[in-house]
């Protein structure tokens, strides 16, 4: 059993773990959040350290010593924007680099965008302000995001002779092809409108003083699915995305994640706290 000890040590994001609920907020507030390797680096650090204290990932809701074991996990940027995306010392250095530093600093990229897309918890965007390039990279690896009405979105690479490669699976899942082809080659910014009609956000509210409520409502609406449930929801979208047997071999794999969760021990929990008609164990007290 993993406790809730030996948090990473950060200086560029702010970790805070509320019971089942993990806060990470974006601190470089003067850069307006932009990523640099160090911060970079702070958030995979962290990704993989809820990951690892994640009810989903443990098959249990606490530790041996009681602690709960994390669910929900929600992202947020400090100050007057989510993130502007790469840092402009770190876009100058890629210009120097050799090929072979440039793939390190890609491959560092996919860990931080894919740890956040194959989280166990379930993940939520706080965004206010622009969310640019790697910020709007974040946002498509989310599984629910709130926005304010000023938001503007960019995938904003093209803008630089560069496309939003690394970014481009999530982002793609997110808003499907013909929406991420024309991002990718506008490159321009989406108000709050469009990002809620493409499906690159979920809400949109009016200014940030209503981001409490809205948070708090998803929140607890996910505290009431079985987390082991919303875990493997994951693995289940994963193997449809990724499906390339026919269809009856499609059906024989769903029956078998069907048997699968309905044996496990969440799986026995819900079924008998629905015929015994009392709550499941993972739901909160009124």
Known sequence: MKLMDNPPTTSLIELTIEG???????????????LNVAMITELIEVFEWTKERSAGQNDALSDSNGVPYLRTLVLSGRGKHFCAGADINMM????????????KDSERLDR??????????FTIGVVQGVALGGGAGLIACLDYVVATENVRIALSEGK???????????????????????????ASRIKSEEALRIGLVERVVNDPEAFDEEIDAIIAEVLTTGPSAA??????????????????????????????????????????SFLEKRPANWKPED
């Open 231 to 272: 875990t493997l929801a994951k693995e289940l979208t994963l193997g449809f995305d990724r499906w390339s047997a026919d269809d009856e071999a499609l059906r024989r794999w769903t029956l078998d994640f069907t048997s699968r969760m309905r044996g496990s021990r969440e799986g026995q929990e819900g079924l008998s």
């Open 160 to 186: 630089l002779g560069i496309l939003p490669a690394v970014i481009g699976p999530y982002v793609y899942r997110r808003v499907g092809s013909a929406n991420f082809r024309r991002l990718a080659m506008q």
């Open 92 to 103: 100058r250095d890629a210009g120097a680099n050799t090929p072979e530093e440039n793939r």
């Open 20 to 34: 089942s609920c993990a806060r990470i907020e974006l601190a470089r507030e003067e850069k307006f959040n932009a």
């Open 112 to 121: 931080l965008f894919n740890g956040l897309w194959s989280h166990p918890c």
